[in-house]
């Protein structure tokens, strides 16, 4: 069975022959393994040892793809794996074990293998593999080793399936001029998705621009979405621009709208209906020309019910709605985002980058994070700030003490859990990987497909198979 089973593309099987190299101390029992990639038109050669597998791997030909038994005499396949990967770093390594041992997974992932699975191999799970390291292989020189930080769309974590399903929804919803509402707890990405739906929309090339209805009252909010002429109010001294003016031809976020006054819901409905307004203290009516989008992290329904929000205004709102999972949710993005903080923040304060362990990989893997992204990018600038790695787990513990001690039998708050399966979490880092690569193809293609799935050494069907999977169809 495969521990870190993967979604096997429709046509795994690669177009070139895989060189596949199998470590193993009992190669007499290989024998299926070896009939079934060869059924599947790899190359295959055996080593028994670490040692000579190591001294193969610095030979070219270099296998696309190595079997690594676990459980070997004198050095293990974890001890292997390390210096496998010193000697060849894209080296793409599967474990094998015949135990289903997640700190052995997890050790084996933060050493870099592809995948760890469990014996006796199925054939799925082989197809699967060879279908990857085709890909990996044709892309290999172009993957970059740590996340891309200057196209905007790659620079987000999304690769858990339920990451995966806002991003692939957003994209989907983007190029249509409706207006959508973006629900999720604080710090879980609302601002992300919302540029992200400005940035594959037809205004994409217009201003973004967003307000925070909660940051101001009543009266000054008004002003700040539709503006004011010079007398409008005591201090208005010059005419200023609203919001919706700002955001012509562009996108408008109107951010925290649950915290909206009611007075100005109704004033914000007869915009949505109408698209007109006026300046504070002008006669003239203007014409939005604006993309509305909003977020909350309040539950809108319960608002409704209670009467602080408006239902009509809701539905006006509502056209799409996106629900952002919050963290504890998506744990396989975890070690992801914590690399990806460190490397943002240790340059954005000169700072050396500090080792993620082991030990703090857990540590955030219990926590219940209910600050969501947010906390975790201050829990990684804390740590780069202390440099000291026992107390920055300390200290996060003690907060996951102090919450659990003070809401404990709230059911909407988050509960520590334990660790969801390794299985995603590979899968997350995988996935992660293969969607960049993809990204990168079809960016060297200009988007010509049946160009980008020669290039990565996959069918044509397969790739639109990806491409739906991980949402990277274009606007
Ligand atoms: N998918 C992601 N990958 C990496 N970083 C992210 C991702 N989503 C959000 N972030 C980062 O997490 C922080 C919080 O994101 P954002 O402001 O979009 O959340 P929010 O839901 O609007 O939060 P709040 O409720 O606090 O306004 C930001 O600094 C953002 O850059
Ligand atoms: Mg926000």
């Known amino acids: 069975m495969s521990e870190f ?10 177009a070139v022959p895989v060189r596949v190299l199998i470590v193993d101390d009992e190669p007499e029992k290989l024998g299926y393994v070896r009939a079934l990639l060869e059924a599947h038109a790899c190359t295959v050669e055996v080593e028994p040892n670490g040692s000579q597998a190591l001294a193969r791997v610095k030979r070219d030909p270099v296998p ?5 038994d676990l459980m070997m005499p004198g050095q293990d396949g974890i001890a292997t794996l390390g210096k496998l990967r010193r000697a ?16 052995k997974a997890v050790e084996a992932a933060q050493l870099g293998a592809a995948d760890y699975l469990t014996k006796p191999l199925k054939e799925a799970d082989l197809k699967s593999l060879l279908g990857q390291a085709a890909l990996a292989g044709s892309a290999s020189g172009a993957a970059p080793a740590a996340p891309e930080t200057d196209g ?9 399936p339920a990451m995966q399903r806002v991003r692939a929804e957003a994209l989907r919803v983007a190029p249509i001029d409706v207006p959508v509402l973006i629900l999720g707890e604080s710090g879980t990405g609302k601002e992300v998705v919302a540029r992200l739906i400005h940035r594959h929309s037809r205004r994409a090339d217009g201003p973004f621009v967003k307000v925070n209805c909660a940051a101001l009252p009543g009266e000054l909010l008004e002003s700040e979405l539709f503006g004011y002429e010079a007398g409008a109010f005591t201090g208005a001294v010059r005419a200023k621009p609203g919001k919706f003016e700002l955001g012509e031809n562009g996108t408008i976020l109107l951010d925290e709208i649950g915290e909206m006054p009611p007075a100005l819901q109704a004033k914000l409905l007869h915009v949505l209906q109408d698209g007109a307004y006026s300046r504070l203290g002008s006669r003239k009516t203007l014409k939005a020309d604006v993309r509305v989008l909003s977020a909350t992290n309040i539950d809108v329904q319960r608002a409704i019910g209670g009467g602080r929000f408006r239902a009509d205004l809701y539905y006006r709102l509502n056209a799409f709605t996106l629900q952002l999972p919050p963290l504890r949710e998506r744990q396989e993005e975890i070690p992801l985002l914590l690399r990806q903080f460190m490397i943002r923040f240790a340059e954005s304060y000169s700072r ?5 362990t082991q030990a703090m990989h857990e540590a955030c893997l219990r926590h219940p994070w209910p600050g969501n992204l947010r906390e975790m990018e201050n829990f990684v600038k804390r740590y780069l700030i202390l440099g000291d790695e026992a107390q920055a787990i300390a200290e996060l513990e003690q907060h996951a003490a102090a919450l659990a001690a003070t809401a404990p039998a709230a059911p909407a708050a988050p509960v520590a859990r334990p660790p969801r399966d390794l299985k995603s979490l590979v899968k997350g880092l995988k996935g992660e990987a293969e969607a960049e690569a993809i990204a990168q ?3 060297e293609s200009r988007g010509v497909r049946k160009q980008a799935a020669q290039a990565l050494g996959i069918s044509y069907k397969a790739l639109l198979y990806k491409i739906r999977m991980y949402g990277l169809e274009p606007e």
């Open 441 to 443: 193809a079809l960016r």
């Open 352 to 356: 050396p980058i500090l080792p993620i």
């Open 88 to 103: 060849r770093p894209a080296l793409r390594v599967v474990m094998l074990s015949n135990l289903n041992d997640t700190r």
């Open 5 to 14: 089973a993967t979604a096997a593309a429709p046509e795994a099987a690669p």
């Open 152 to 160: 905007e769309d790659t620079r987000y974590v999304m690769v858990s």
């Open 64 to 68: 696309d793809l190595v079997l690594l």
